[in-house]
């Protein structure tokens, strides 16, 4: 009788439960049995090619020209530092000379590396600041 309990079990187990096999997967043989017959599926079409990619920088019409424009805008305002005391400047115009220092620096390495338009932005954006900055230290805005 010991042996018999789990043998019924066993033969009792199928019996009761219900199949739990998972669902056939998309594209199955399984499952294409079971599909109507058909006029035979084409792939997806293909994506047209897409467009070449816009040119975001501004074009140069004489670069040569371009470059000396940078250089001097960078000259002036290496001038410009020249003319302020960093040592009497608060924390936020620390930061002011610190971001045109970057300034100058990424402008000159866009030089280096012959990208006259994006050295030119650089360039406008350390003149700026730098002008910014000398307006404050003349309107007695540094710290004494």
């Keep these: 009788m010991r042996h018999a ?6 033969a009792a187990l199928p019996l009761g ?3 739990t096999a998972p669902p056939p997967e998309a594209g199955s043989a399984q499952q294409n049995a079971a ?11 293909a994506a047209p090619p897409l467009p070449p990619a816009p040119q975001v ?8 020209q371009a470059v000396r424009d940078v250089k001097a805008r960078l000259a002036r305002v290496g001038e410009v530092m020249g003319q302020i005391d960093s ?4 924390g936020e115009q620390q930061e002011m000379l610190s971001g045109i220092k970057d300034f100058i620096s990424k402008a000159a390495e866009a030089l280096r590396a012959r990208d006259v338009p994006r050295a030119r932005v650089l360039a406008d954006k350390a003149s700026r600041l730098a002008d910014d900055l000398a307006l404050a230290v003349k309107n007695g805005k540094a710290a004494r």
Excluded: M, T
């Design 87 to 90: 040592s009497k400047l608060r």
């Design 5 to 10: 309990l789990p043998l019924l079990l066993l």
């Design 57 to 64: 920088s501004p074009q140069v019409d004489n670069e040569d």
């Design 17 to 19: 439960c219900a199949s």
């Design 35 to 45: 599909l109507p017959p058909g006029p035979p599926r084409s792939p997806l079409p």
